[in-house]
Protein backbone atom coordinates (compact mmCIF):
# COMPACT_ATOMS: atom_id res chain seq x y z
CA UNK A 1 0.00 0.00 0.00
CA UNK A 2 2.40 2.70 0.26
CA UNK A 3 4.70 1.66 -2.77
CA UNK A 4 4.64 4.06 -5.31
CA UNK A 5 5.36 2.53 -8.67
CA UNK A 6 2.25 0.03 -8.19
CA UNK A 7 -0.01 2.83 -7.59
CA UNK A 8 1.18 5.11 -10.49
CA UNK A 9 1.37 1.25 -12.36
CA UNK A 10 -2.13 0.88 -11.32
CA UNK A 11 -3.32 4.33 -12.69
CA UNK A 12 -1.87 3.58 -16.21
CA UNK A 13 -3.82 0.43 -15.91
CA UNK A 14 -7.29 2.41 -15.42
CA UNK A 15 -5.99 5.23 -18.13
CA UNK A 16 -5.82 2.19 -21.04
CA UNK A 17 -9.19 1.21 -20.07
CA UNK A 18 -10.46 5.59 -19.70
CA UNK A 19 -11.24 5.05 -16.27
CA UNK A 20 -10.33 8.45 -16.01
CA UNK A 21 -11.50 8.95 -11.86
CA UNK A 22 -10.03 5.74 -10.99
CA UNK A 23 -6.37 6.98 -12.76
CA UNK A 24 -6.72 10.75 -10.45
CA UNK A 25 -6.96 8.42 -7.45
CA UNK A 26 -4.19 6.13 -7.70
CA UNK A 27 -2.28 8.88 -8.87
CA UNK A 28 -3.25 11.16 -6.03
CA UNK A 29 -2.05 8.34 -3.58
CA UNK A 30 1.27 8.08 -5.22
CA UNK A 31 1.68 11.93 -5.02
CA UNK A 32 0.91 12.18 -1.44
CA UNK A 33 3.14 8.93 -0.47
CA UNK A 34 5.87 10.85 -2.80
CA UNK A 35 5.17 14.61 -2.76
CA UNK A 36 8.00 15.40 -5.30
CA UNK A 37 6.41 12.89 -7.70
CA UNK A 38 6.29 14.71 -10.77
CA UNK A 39 5.40 12.43 -13.24
CA UNK A 40 2.21 11.71 -11.37
CA UNK A 41 1.55 15.21 -11.19
CA UNK A 42 2.10 15.46 -14.77
CA UNK A 43 -0.03 12.87 -15.75
CA UNK A 44 -2.92 14.18 -13.00
CA UNK A 45 -2.37 17.76 -14.88
CA UNK A 46 -3.00 15.67 -18.20
CA UNK A 47 -5.99 13.78 -17.05
CA UNK A 48 -7.70 16.87 -15.53
CA UNK A 49 -7.54 18.53 -18.80
CA UNK A 50 -8.76 15.86 -20.57
CA UNK A 51 -11.59 16.40 -18.28
CA UNK A 52 -12.04 20.02 -19.12
CA UNK A 53 -11.31 20.52 -14.82
CA UNK A 54 -8.82 23.16 -15.98
CA UNK A 55 -8.10 24.52 -12.13
CA UNK A 56 -7.36 21.64 -11.04
CA UNK A 57 -4.94 20.60 -14.41
CA UNK A 58 -2.74 24.42 -13.46
CA UNK A 59 -2.21 23.35 -10.10
CA UNK A 60 -0.97 20.04 -11.00
CA UNK A 61 1.27 21.43 -13.97
CA UNK A 62 1.94 24.60 -11.32
CA UNK A 63 3.48 21.28 -9.23
CA UNK A 64 5.48 20.07 -11.79
CA UNK A 65 7.48 23.20 -12.66
CA UNK A 66 8.13 23.63 -9.09
CA UNK A 67 9.78 20.24 -8.88
CA UNK A 68 11.48 20.58 -12.05
CA UNK A 69 12.74 24.10 -13.35
CA UNK A 70 13.51 22.60 -16.41
CA UNK A 71 10.40 20.79 -17.81
CA UNK A 72 9.47 22.47 -20.53
CA UNK A 73 5.66 21.03 -21.89
CA UNK A 74 3.90 22.15 -18.51
CA UNK A 75 4.68 25.75 -19.44
CA UNK A 76 2.96 24.46 -22.58
CA UNK A 77 -0.18 22.91 -20.55
CA UNK A 78 -0.60 26.31 -18.79
CA UNK A 79 -0.36 28.45 -21.49
CA UNK A 80 -3.00 26.31 -23.15
CA UNK A 81 -5.18 27.10 -20.18
CA UNK A 82 -4.09 30.61 -19.37
CA UNK A 83 -5.18 31.10 -23.37
CA UNK A 84 -8.49 29.25 -23.24
CA UNK A 85 -9.29 31.44 -20.01
CA UNK A 86 -8.81 34.58 -21.48
CA UNK A 87 -5.51 35.19 -19.32
CA UNK A 88 -3.06 35.99 -22.49
CA UNK A 89 -0.14 37.61 -20.75
CA UNK A 90 0.11 35.05 -18.77
CA UNK A 91 -0.20 32.43 -20.94
CA UNK A 92 2.58 34.39 -23.40
CA UNK A 93 4.79 34.63 -20.66
CA UNK A 94 4.34 30.34 -19.88
CA UNK A 95 4.74 29.31 -23.98
CA UNK A 96 8.11 31.67 -23.76
CA UNK A 97 9.20 30.32 -21.19
CA UNK A 98 8.58 27.22 -22.57
CA UNK A 99 10.69 28.29 -25.31
CA UNK A 100 13.49 29.73 -23.05
CA UNK A 101 13.64 25.63 -22.05
CA UNK A 102 13.36 24.05 -25.01
CA UNK A 103 13.59 26.14 -28.17
CA UNK A 104 12.42 23.48 -30.81
CA UNK A 105 8.62 22.65 -28.77
CA UNK A 106 6.73 22.81 -31.83
CA UNK A 107 3.42 23.32 -29.56
CA UNK A 108 4.86 26.71 -27.79
CA UNK A 109 5.42 28.21 -30.76
CA UNK A 110 2.12 27.57 -32.26
CA UNK A 111 -0.09 28.16 -29.12
CA UNK A 112 2.06 31.18 -28.91
CA UNK A 113 1.61 32.23 -32.83
CA UNK A 114 -2.31 31.60 -32.48
CA UNK A 115 -2.82 33.83 -29.38
CA UNK A 116 -1.51 36.71 -31.40
CA UNK A 117 -3.75 35.51 -34.15
CA UNK A 118 -6.53 35.78 -31.59
CA UNK A 119 -5.41 38.64 -30.66
CA UNK A 120 -4.80 40.32 -33.77
CA UNK A 121 -1.13 41.00 -33.64
CA UNK A 122 -0.29 39.35 -37.14
CA UNK A 123 3.35 40.97 -36.63
CA UNK A 124 4.22 38.85 -33.70
CA UNK A 125 1.60 35.53 -35.18
CA UNK A 126 4.48 35.69 -38.12
CA UNK A 127 7.37 36.33 -36.02
CA UNK A 128 6.12 32.93 -34.41
CA UNK A 129 5.96 31.24 -36.85
CA UNK A 130 9.02 32.10 -38.85
CA UNK A 131 10.97 31.18 -35.62
CA UNK A 132 9.36 27.98 -35.44
CA UNK A 133 10.35 27.04 -39.43
CA UNK A 134 13.81 28.38 -38.32
CA UNK A 135 14.03 25.77 -35.45
CA UNK A 136 11.39 22.94 -37.15
CA UNK A 137 12.02 23.28 -40.77
CA UNK A 138 10.54 19.89 -41.57
CA UNK A 139 7.34 20.77 -39.88
CA UNK A 140 5.04 21.37 -43.42
CA UNK A 141 2.12 22.76 -41.16
CA UNK A 142 4.02 25.64 -39.65
CA UNK A 143 5.05 26.74 -42.95
CA UNK A 144 1.31 26.35 -44.26
CA UNK A 145 0.25 28.46 -41.30
CA UNK A 146 2.72 31.17 -42.12
CA UNK A 147 1.80 31.26 -45.52
CA UNK A 148 -1.41 31.81 -44.64
CA UNK A 149 -0.73 34.59 -42.72
CA UNK A 150 1.72 36.27 -44.79
CA UNK A 151 -1.31 36.34 -47.34
CA UNK A 152 -3.55 38.20 -45.28
CA UNK A 153 -0.65 40.62 -44.45
CA UNK A 154 -0.52 41.02 -48.46
CA UNK A 155 3.31 39.51 -47.94
CA UNK A 156 2.29 37.55 -51.22
CA UNK A 157 6.17 36.74 -52.36
CA UNK A 158 6.81 35.62 -48.84
CA UNK A 159 3.39 33.56 -48.94
CA UNK A 160 4.46 31.84 -52.08
CA UNK A 161 7.54 30.92 -50.91
CA UNK A 162 6.05 29.53 -47.59
CA UNK A 163 3.63 27.47 -49.17
CA UNK A 164 6.31 25.84 -51.39
CA UNK A 165 8.63 25.35 -48.54
CA UNK A 166 5.50 23.18 -46.69
CA UNK A 167 4.85 21.44 -50.05
CA UNK A 168 8.55 20.39 -50.01
CA UNK A 169 8.30 19.26 -46.01
CA UNK A 170 5.26 17.24 -46.76
CA UNK A 171 4.11 16.22 -50.57
CA UNK A 172 1.02 15.03 -49.40
CA UNK A 173 -0.05 18.12 -48.21
CA UNK A 174 -3.37 19.12 -50.10
CA UNK A 175 -3.79 22.02 -47.95
CA UNK A 176 -0.27 23.36 -49.50
CA UNK A 177 -0.92 22.43 -53.39
CA UNK A 178 -4.25 24.29 -53.06
CA UNK A 179 -3.22 27.33 -51.10
CA UNK A 180 -0.55 27.81 -53.65
CA UNK A 181 -2.42 27.31 -56.63
CA UNK A 182 -5.15 29.81 -55.60
CA UNK A 183 -2.42 32.43 -54.30
CA UNK A 184 -0.58 31.97 -58.47
CA UNK A 185 -4.12 32.26 -60.19
CA UNK A 186 -4.92 35.22 -57.75
CA UNK A 187 -1.72 37.23 -58.37
CA UNK A 188 -1.50 36.25 -62.28
CA UNK A 189 1.58 34.21 -62.27
CA UNK A 190 2.78 30.91 -62.90
CA UNK A 191 -0.90 29.83 -64.33
CA UNK A 192 0.25 26.80 -66.03
CA UNK A 193 1.74 25.65 -62.83
CA UNK A 194 -1.62 26.71 -60.41
CA UNK A 195 -3.76 24.47 -62.83
CA UNK A 196 -0.90 21.65 -62.19
CA UNK A 197 -0.59 21.95 -58.45
CA UNK A 198 -4.68 22.34 -58.40
CA UNK A 199 -4.84 19.14 -59.50
CA UNK A 200 -2.48 17.86 -57.04
CA UNK A 201 -4.65 18.80 -54.44
CA UNK A 202 -7.88 17.36 -55.69
CA UNK A 203 -5.97 13.97 -56.56
CA UNK A 204 -5.12 14.27 -52.62
CA UNK A 205 -8.04 15.37 -51.29
CA UNK A 206 -11.22 15.96 -53.56
CA UNK A 207 -13.45 18.25 -51.70
CA UNK A 208 -15.35 21.05 -52.99
CA UNK A 209 -12.87 23.91 -52.27
CA UNK A 210 -10.12 22.25 -54.10
CA UNK A 211 -12.35 22.13 -57.29
CA UNK A 212 -13.35 25.80 -56.73
CA UNK A 213 -9.28 26.11 -56.69
CA UNK A 214 -8.68 24.46 -59.89
CA UNK A 215 -12.17 26.32 -61.95
CA UNK A 216 -10.45 29.53 -60.69
CA UNK A 217 -7.03 28.27 -61.90
CA UNK A 218 -8.40 27.18 -64.78
CA UNK A 219 -10.50 31.21 -65.71
CA UNK A 220 -7.31 32.95 -64.81
CA UNK A 221 -6.25 31.03 -67.89
CA UNK A 222 -9.12 32.04 -69.93
CA UNK A 223 -10.22 27.94 -70.34
CA UNK A 224 -14.02 28.82 -69.74
CA UNK A 225 -14.89 25.09 -70.35
CA UNK A 226 -12.67 23.68 -68.43
CA UNK A 227 -13.39 26.40 -65.54
CA UNK A 228 -17.09 25.17 -65.67
CA UNK A 229 -16.76 21.62 -65.24
CA UNK A 230 -14.24 21.95 -62.25
CA UNK A 231 -16.95 24.38 -60.76
CA UNK A 232 -19.86 22.13 -61.25
CA UNK A 233 -17.75 19.17 -60.02
CA UNK A 234 -17.41 21.60 -56.62
CA UNK A 235 -21.55 22.03 -56.60
CA UNK A 236 -22.36 18.84 -57.10
CA UNK A 237 -20.18 18.14 -53.68
CA UNK A 238 -21.46 20.91 -51.77
CA UNK A 239 -24.78 22.39 -53.41
CA UNK A 240 -26.16 24.15 -51.37
CA UNK A 241 -22.67 26.90 -51.61
CA UNK A 242 -23.81 29.95 -53.00
CA UNK A 243 -20.59 31.18 -53.65
CA UNK A 244 -19.80 27.97 -56.17
CA UNK A 245 -23.20 29.08 -57.88
CA UNK A 246 -22.35 32.72 -58.20
CA UNK A 247 -18.93 32.03 -59.75
CA UNK A 248 -20.45 29.17 -62.29
CA UNK A 249 -22.65 31.97 -63.52
CA UNK A 250 -19.68 34.45 -64.06
CA UNK A 251 -17.51 32.08 -65.50
CA UNK A 252 -20.63 31.53 -67.98
CA UNK A 253 -20.95 35.34 -68.49
CA UNK A 254 -16.88 35.45 -69.53
CA UNK A 255 -17.39 32.31 -72.08
CA UNK A 256 -20.35 34.30 -73.79
CA UNK A 257 -18.56 36.83 -74.28
CA UNK A 258 -15.51 35.39 -75.06
CA UNK A 259 -17.49 34.05 -78.02
CA UNK A 260 -18.89 37.18 -79.13
Known amino acids: PTDVRLHAALAETHLEVDNLDAAIGEYKIATTLDPKFVIGYNNLGTIYMQQGEFQQAAEAFQRVIQLDASAAEPYVSLGWIYARQGKFDLAKSHLQSAIKRNPKLTAAYQCLGEIYVQQRDIKNAIATYTRLTEVQPQESGAWLRLGVLQLNA ?87 NQKYQKQLAEIRNANDTKRK
Open 154 to 240: RQVDAAIHAFQRAIEADASSADAYNNLAWLYADVGVNLDSAVELAKKAIALTPVASNFDTLSYAYYKNILYQEAEAAIRRAIEIEPG
